[in-house]
């Protein structure tokens, strides 16, 4: 018999209140859910759902005003400052809508940064050809497409061998075919090394390559998807 599923992520009654003057803005309203190692997700959802605040909780670059994030059964929101440093550099890489490259630097030298600081990671050389990307790891960031540079965050994020890979609008800034270069990079992570990915999105044509779409409305979770089959990401349109 197979065993159980482990959660990467267990979500119990999750708020975020921002305060902005008088007004209290409720981000997040006691959400709950669970994330299975090696799981992808696609959290779906417009502008002021609560996506970004509910990664940004669990990657702990955020505080929630109440509830209780578990990562491997360890209580995040028990933890203090330093120990959620600690946290997100042993087990999270972070992919945002924009690359955050260094222009100075070369592929390869973009990505050996984080390896610097990695308890057990690969080579450069190994992450960038994990993305498709063996051929430019000394080319600079002006010499790649945006569609590479993003893949070169990707490897970089990647190369410290995170548990849980956090990806906030990872093609937001790009054209269907270069976002789909950038999607099966993800699809490669995810299908390989069994990192347990997280992509957040406003664009429902990314939502087939997901085991699970879960839909945010208004800092709830309004709908549930299980795919049975995944879509290949090179199969996907928008």
Known sequence: MDPAPRSAFRVESLTKVYQTGETQVHALR??????EDGEMIVLLG?????????????GALDHPTSGKVFFHDQE????????????????????????????????RENVALVTEIADDPMEAE???ALVGLGDRI???????????????????????????????EPTGALDSAT??????????????LGTTTIVITHNAGIADMADRVISLADGEISHIKVNETRKPARELSW
């Open 179 to 192: 976002g789909i270069q950038v999607l099966e990079a993800l699809e490669t992570v995810n299908h390989e």
């Open 46 to 58: 417009p502008s002021g759902s609560g996506k970004s605040t509910l990664v940004n909780i669990l």
């Open 76 to 107: 995040l929101t028990a933890f203090n400052d330093g120990a959620l440093t600690a946290f997100r550099r042993e087990n999270v890489g972070f992919i945002f809508q924009f690359y955050n490259l260094m222009p100075s630097l070369t592929a």
């Open 30 to 35: 006691g959400l709950t859910m669970d994330v």
């Open 138 to 168: 000394d080319h600079f960031p002006s010499q790649l497409s945006g569609g590479e540079q993003q893949r070169v965050a990707v490897a970089r994020a990647v190369a410290k061998r995170p548990g849980v890979l956090l990806c906030d």
């Open 126 to 128: 190994e992450a960038l």
